[in-house]
């Protein structure tokens, strides 16, 4: 008897998508009834199917949570039950991400609060939900390996569009299948195909489609493409995945993967149609342990630039997020004593979290062929003043409720606290609302000594501005205001000549145009200005300006010195410069004050600095500015380099000195004259980029009409090459600033000073604190990024004993309990990784 061995088929996995174009196709009433209706249809279908083959059962993938948050809305319990089941079947893939967004630009925080409405889904119904999506836009950040990792997704793939593009190299990728690994050394399986030459030179061939966004489009032919790809030495593996069929249709109503699958399996191929995950964990299994691995940034974003063309709107999205730092850390407070404060803000809140995301849906380009710009930007808008909304509402009613539980014995004078929402005690200024007299004292209600402070106005509203020394960590400290008869004076080295501002550290220049053409750090004279191009620090183009135009002094005290030049040169704007007596931080506020045409603004700072070398943050990394091949982060292809991500900070240094730079609006930086296709790390500049149409008409036409723009940025030299921990606290302290807010006297906490927890290294910076999503009563959130390149022990402590804690992810799912120490949480960090705990208090 013969017998014969057949080779086990190759496998070919063809999933169905509507690939959503938000805003884009349709308007946002459109887009809405066709999720349900598409829902609709292929839970119908899959029920349908259930009792083929595994291979021939119907499966659908949407491609944002989004889908079901707009199903739930808009269907039946029974119905909305019925989308659960068969999301736990395996029937309906649902990834992490809300919509398809660009968040390699956008902070950290946004990409995660993007995927919290994915994690109550996941809580609250045991839902694996292990993919999640950036889609379509040409370039793939870094930093995102680690944010989805860290909150529970093991796959990924890409697929872009070659469309309205200035990346080169989509048809060379390295590699096909390979671990994105992040610095902290988490990992997430990436299938990213290579483009095909004829895609990008033939926008009508409808062959060889991988390596899209839309590579199941024709399922025969892509049957075809995955064949050809596993009979090419690239591609050595005998599983192969075509997914997405919809491209930019509105609405993708198909019954035709199974029947494509039924056709053209055989003895050689089984063709399985998809929900994409069982591609990844089939794939996994069998070459999981062999792959490659890449430690590579292709570029933040390259559709995301037009952020910049709704600029001042974009800012205040960031500035929102960096505000929910304070906000929830007060909450925080707040309900430890309050179990029930601000539960009514649940509805409000899941809305922000999906908003927040949303707003940064990858159609920026606004060039669809059914909604105008106009209606883009006042969609953006909207989801802006969303997620805007409610971050106001709980930053002010939770610094209202803590001002009526700090006791205040003395109810005869006016006291407030001064709260820090950072992770360190910190001694730096605090502007209280205050329409008072001038003749007080100002006392630090810890040891009764008075503290130097000044009368000032802020875009026309007055302040009490004082130095708060050692304010506690995650805490507060009380202050008290004493009417006196003559106030106590402060000596002070800060100095006002004509456009000369100095104080102990510093002397600088500063011209009417707002341009900074000297610094002089006092303690090595050095200058740390030198102009490239005409252009000096701060500058929008005036350069060296008419000198003889004049500055003058807004606010002058004890505490601070703020010069203040307004020009129409290059454009209409205001900036100002303040030094403090006691902090060595420049802080600058721009204020451009008309409408803005397509050209990209920017303001240029240009270091008297050798061989630069440059650092920044990208979304959840801290990069160097250099190809991988030269020690540095970046790929040498298939990347964008001309506007390069600017969270909170660069730092541009040499072998021996730096300077940092903080970044409070703006999303973009240029490195020294870099282009889409090349670095330049030889030039001491950066351009931080203020507003603009970076890509020919893409984006919104002329900032949508708005005619305001803020940009605050700091400076700080330093001696040395770049470290990261200086990097990030210095920029997280300026924006982070001491809120400063009235006590009206409750009972709850202490009516001097408080520090509700604190981490026992300094590397290790406190990125949230916060309730956890279902309440205070499922513990305290705490996020933690170990901004170093070695693993560090670390403490967590706490005002009582903490009773329990664990490990969660990001979207505060899967806990697993950390052993105590006598109260304290003892853990490791992981080298420049980001955790989340929980953690519940001693009663």
Avoid at 476 to 499: H, N, R
Wanted: include cysteine; hydrophobic fraction near 35%.
């Amino acid at each position: 008897m013969t017998t014969y061995l057949h080779a086990q088929p190759k496998k070919i996995y063809l999933a169905n998508d509507d690939h959503t174009d938000y805003m884009w196709t349709g308007d946002e009433e459109t887009y809405k009834k066709a999720f349900s209706e598409m829902l609709d249809y292929y839970i119908k279908l899959n029920d349908s199917t259930a009792h083929l083959p595994y291979n021939l059962q119907n499966k659908w993938n949407c491609d944002g949570s989004y889908w079901v948050y707009n199903y739930r809305e808009t269907r039946s319990p029974e119905q909305f039950s019925k989308l659960i089941k068969q999301i736990r079947d395996g029937k309906i893939t649902v990834p992490l991400n809300s919509m398809i967004v660009l968040m390699g630009a956008a902070p950290a925080e946004a990409t995660l609060r993007d995927m919290y409405y994915a994690g109550s889904l996941k809580r609250k119904y045991g839902l694996d939900l292990p993919l999640v999506l950036n889609m379509e836009d040409q370039v793939l950040p870094l930093g995102l390996s680690s944010l989805w990792a860290g909150s529970g997704a093991r796959y990924s793939w890409k697929g872009v569009c070659t469309c309205a593009t200035k990346v080169t190299g989509l048809d060379r990728h390295k590699h096909q299948m390979y671990w994105y690994k992040g610095l902290d050394d988490q990992r997430v399986l990436m299938k990213w195909y290579s483009v095909n030459p004829s895609m990008i030179t033939n926008r009508k061939e409808y062959r060889y489609n991988l390596g899209t966004y839309l590579e199941a489009a024709h399922q025969n032919n892509a049957v075809t493409d995955c064949k050809a790809l596993m009979n090419d030495p690239v591609y050595p593996y005998s599983i192969a995945g075509a997914f997405g069929k919809g491209g930019d249709d509105l609405k993708t109503l198909t019954s035709n993967f199974p029947k494509v699958a039924k056709d053209k399996s055989g003895a050689d191929y089984e063709v399985i149609v998809s929900n994409e995950i069982d591609f990844f964990t089939d794939f996994e299994k069998q070459y999981g342990a062999s792959l490659p691995t890449e430690t590579t940034s292709y570029g933040s974003t390259e559709w995301g630039n037009s952020f910049a063309s709704l600029a001042e709107v974009s800012a205040s999205v960031k500035r929102a997020i960096e505000k929910l730092r304070t906000a929830e850390a007060v909450y925080t407070f707040v309900a430890l004593k309050d179990k029930k404060f601000a539960q009514d803000l649940a509805t409000q809140k899941e809305k922000a979290w999906l908003a927040c995301g949303m707003y940064f849906e990858h159609d920026w380009t606004a060039d669809g062929p059914h909604i105008t710009r106009k209606q883009r930007a006042d969609w953006q808008k909207k989801t802006a003043g969303i997620f805007i909304s409610y971050v106001d509402t709980l930053y002010n009613r939770s610094l209202k409720r803590l001002g009526q539980l700090i006791a205040k014995p003395n109810n005869t004078t006016e006291s407030f606290y001064v709260f820090n929402p950072l992770n360190w005690v910190r001694s730096d200024y605090s502007d209280y609302p205050y329409a008072g007299p001038a003749t007080i004292r100002v006392v630090d209600k810890t040891d009764g000594k008075e503290v130097p402070f000044q009368l000032i106005r802020k875009k026309d509203k007055p302040y009490l501005r004082i130095l708060a020394s050692n304010v506690p960590s995650v805490g507060y400290k009380v202050f008290e205001i004493q009417k006196v008869a003559k106030p106590a004076t402060f000596q002070s080295s800060l100095a006002v000549t004509d456009s000369t501002i100095e104080n102990r550290f510093y002397k600088l220049k500063f011209t009417a145009q707002g341009v900074i053409t000297s610094l002089i750090e006092k303690a090595t004279n050095r200058e740390w200005v030198k102009a490239k191009d005409k252009l000096y620090l701060n500058d929008l183009g005036s350069g060296l300006g008419n000198q003889g135009d004049k500055v003058r002094v807004e606010n002058k005290g004890a505490v601070s010195v703020t010069l203040m030049a307004s020009s129409y040169k290059p454009i209409k704007h205001t900036s100002k410069v303040t030094l403090f007596e006691n902090s060595d931080r420049i802080e600058l506020e721009n204020y451009i004050t008309q409408n803005l045409d397509a050209k990209a603004v920017t303001y240029a700072f240009s270091l008297n600095l050798d061989k630069p070398d440059t650092w920044h943050e990208e979304a959840g990394a801290i990069l160097r500015v250099k190809p991988t091949i030269k020690g540095g982060h970046y790929a040498d292809t298939a990347s964008r380099f001309d506007w390069l991500a600017m969270n909170h900070f660069a730092d541009m240094s040499d072998a021996s000195r730096g300077m940092i730079l903080s970044n409070r609006d703006a999303y973009f930086m240029k490195v020294g004259k870099s282009t889409n296709t090349k670095l330049d790390e030889d030039t001491p500049q950066l351009k931080v980029l203020a507003a603009g149409q970076i890509d020919n008409a893409l984006g919104m036409i002329n900032q949508d009409g708005d005619s305001y723009f803020e940009h605050f940025l700091a400076l700080k030299p330093h001696i040395g090459g770049f470290n990261a921990n200086d990097a990030m606290r210095f920029s997280l302290a300026h924006q982070n600033p001491l809120v400063a807010h009235p006590i009206q006297g409750g009972s709850g906490y202490d009516p001097s000073q408080f520090s509700l927890v604190s981490l026992s290294d300094p590397d290790a910076m406190l990125w949230a604190l916060k309730p956890a999503e279902e309440g205070i009563e499922k513990g305290i959130i705490m996020r933690v990024w170990n901004v170093a390149d070695t693993n560090k022990a670390v403490t967590v402590s706490a005002n009582v004993p903490i009773a329990k804690g664990f490990n969660t992810t990001h979207i505060e799912t899967d806990d697993q309990a950390i052993s105590l120490d006598k109260g304290k949480l003892t853990t490791e960090l992981g080298h420049n990784r980001l955790h989340t705990f929980r953690l519940f208090l001693a009663r």
